[in-house]
């Protein structure tokens, strides 16, 4: 299997774990993994501390918006990655800034409430919140008719959770979801899932679904492909890699969205690994594919002014 030489050379600098540190080791290493890894930051993009409400209380975010924006701006809603166990929305600052400043856009980043403390459904719960109030009142600077949702990883499962949830509350859907190497069955046992050792593997998947979701596997809200309809969800975009053990349920997804009748597009980047959505600062396709996202976004904002119009 093809490799990208950048790839490569990460990942024989990566040494062999011998033991699963507690959580809070696990939290501290992957946000400093996930730094040091990414871009610099853009210049002309601001950031703010807003806080939601939510039924476990305050749910903090950041909001990155283009210093020379106007009001008004769209929003993206950026559900992290770290299998609702580990990382924050500052280890996704550079990622963040540029995918508002190239997607034209205003993107919301919440500290949602995270496992082993604060297990399903706390996490998409308050997703689900932060959603609700962005479509009641926007943000500062964010227009509340004009909303997308995306997600990288765990990130991706609560984009694509978050989408189902509306359709049974008779929310409207955002714009688009747009997902990145999504976990979307917690219960898989697909060949990816099983064979793929690069950066993230199967064990490595199960202690963090344990944590997350117990036995409750087979919930649609816990695993998105699973469930029984997908019909009148979001158009979607879906991301994946040859590499990840993720590949096969993003695919899988995608075709049963296509089935359902939602327009679903697919993009394999080959050779590089989960996560590198964020590592543009070793890994050129990282950088590629945040622009490829942010083209996705000024799409989506276009077509929704069309309609407005």
Known sequence: MYIHPQVESFLAGIPNADSTPPIEEQRLAFSELWQSLAAPPPSGVSRTDVVFAGDGGDIPALVYTPA??????PILLFL???GCCTLRPEDFDSTSAWLALEGDCAVVVPAFRQAPENPFPAPLDDCVAVYRQLLENGVA??????????????GGYLAAALCLDARELELPQPLAQILLYPMLDMASKSPSRISRDYFLNDEGLAGVIAMHAGDDLLNPRVSPLRAQSLHGLAKAYVLATSLDPLEDEARAYVQRLRA??????????EGVIHGFFSFGGIIDEGNDAVQHVAAMLRATWHRAQGVQK
Request: no cysteine.
């Open 141 to 154: 600077g964010g227009d509340s008719n004009r909303i997308a949702v995306a997600g990288d990883s765990g």
């Open 80 to 82: 992290h990655g770290g």
């Open 68 to 73: 020379e924006a106007t009001t008004d701006l």
């Open 260 to 269: 359902a009748g939602v327009d679903a597009s697919w993009h394999l980047y």
